[in-house]
């Protein structure tokens, strides 16, 4: 085992005492391995950095190449059924619980387990690296999805969200559902999932992260058994050119609720950002809007808020925004005590007291975050396809400043620059 203990790299975070073992496979598979020797149950996430708004790609510097909206997603589905049996059907012979996603941006499957947990990695690795699409097969799946998409829309949620993400971006795929449209998946052909399978779940575009009671060694010889190399090229993704500005700053939808919902996105022109800012955006939100801060306190005691209401980043490839979400009677007047609220904190300041308030809250919520098998391999997973660490997060936490948290702020609101997306009744619009 002495040849496969020196192909990992080691790394020990020196505040939680966490280790985690790296490696990447010859096959060009990144490995993350977190041992938790004194807990029983194991996740695994074996993922492709690839989603919904990688719709036109280029292969080796070739041509682009223009896909069907929804075939991530589609993939996703026909990847657990093979010529012989399905993959739950295997993982659950095992007692494993097992599932997988389609998201914007990644598509990751997945499996928790107890025990067997070398027969169920030998499984999750089998059958992502095993297509299988036929004709009949893949217009069986056209009326599962369509029926999925048809679900989609009949929640509110849904429509609020994507109508917001089309009145900020003209262009960006972020607009259009990840399932795609009923047309948009009645193109989709074997032929064109090979050809999405073949450009994206290459190995050098995959990450395995593990969390659990298990030795890093025994991980990378079941690795060693069931990768299989391919051929190796670079991806190069199409993401169209935005000039920052929203399309409208209002749009409405009919719908039988019984208060209206709304999401108020505040769009910035992306950039690269680094792992402080993203810590200093995420605590400013919350130190002024969040469940300490006065101004929750003060929409509450106006009604015009429930404990439903939140605030997010949304932040892809072409996309930085942040998003004000929830339920209220008068969306548009809480959107006007947002913008005041933005332009006094402009004029005098975060709260130091809340500041900090929510800086230690976020530290000590990442800490407890460490004792969750599921979320640490998830993290490790997005952490090699997207070049953060969920340790930098925790270090940066630890001594950010006020002082920074307001020139933060400054930046990431635009009062000039948003969008209101609200669905009400039918004839309230």
Not at 263 to 288: D, H
Request: aromatic share 12%.
């Amino acid at each position: 085992m002495s040849g496969l203990n020196d192909r990992f790299e080691v790394r020990e975070d020196n505040i939680t005492g966490e280790k985690v073992y790296y490696a990447t496979h010859p096959t060009g598979v990144r490995i993350a391995i977190c041992p938790k020797p004194e807990f029983r149950t194991l996740h695994a996430v074996f993922g492709a950095k690839y989603g919904s708004i990688d719709n036109e790609f280029s292969v080796g510097g070739g041509e682009f190449t223009h896909v069907p909206d929804g075939i991530a997603h589609y993939l996703e589905h026909k990847l657990f059924e093979n010529e012989d049996c399905g993959a739950f059907e295997r993982f659950a012979k095992t007692g494993a619980c097992a599932n997988a996603f389609t998201s914007f941006d990644r598509t990751c499957y997945f499996f928790s387990c107890t025990r067997d947990f070398d027969e169920c990695l030998r499984i999750l690795l089998d059958f992502v690296q095993k297509p299988y699409f036929t004709e009949e097969t893949v217009q069986k799946e056209q009326g599962i999805i369509a029926q999925e998409i048809a679900m989609y829309r009949d929640n509110p949620g849904w429509w609020v969200f994507y109508n917001l993400m089309k009145a900020m971006y003209r262009d960006h795929p972020v607009k259009i559902d990840v399932a795609g449209t009923e047309d948009s998946i009645a193109q989709i052909t074997p032929e064109l999932l090979y050809k999405c399978y073949n450009t994206f779940y290459n190995p050098e575009n995959m990450v395995l992260g593990i969390c659990g009671n298990v030795e890093p060694q025994e991980v990378l010889a079941i690795c060693d058994e069931m990768l299989l190399p391919k051929e190796r090229f670079q991806i190069v993704r199409s993401c169209p050119e935005d000039d920052g500005r929203v399309v409208k700053s209002f749009i409405g939808h009919e719908y039988d609720v019984p208060v209206p919902i709304f999401q108020l996105g505040f769009k910035k022109k992306w950039r690269e950002l680094t792992a402080r800012e993203k810590v200093l955006f995420s605590i400013v939100r919350s130190a002024v809007f969040g469940p300490v801060s006065d101004f929750y306190s003060r929409m509450m005691s106006k009604k015009l808020i429930n404990s439903g209401f939140s605030c997010d980043n949304l932040y892809l490839n072409g996309v930085w925004a942040c998003l004000f979400n929830g339920m209220s009677n008068s969306p548009e007047t809480l959107r006007d005590e947002i913008f005041e609220e933005i332009e006094r904190v402009r004029r005098d300041g975060i709260s130091p007291r809340l500041f900090e308030c929510t800086r230690r809250s976020s530290y000590g919520c990442q800490i407890v975050g460490f004792n969750n098998i599921d979320d640490i391999a998830e993290n490790l997973a997005d952490d090699m396809m997207f070049g953060t660490d969920m340790f930098e997060m925790l270090r940066e936490t630890a001594d950010v400043t006020v002082e920074e948290g307001n020139e933060a702020f400054r930046e990431l609101f635009d009062t000039s620059n948003c969008s209101l997306s609200v669905v009400r009744k039918n004839g309230e619009v």
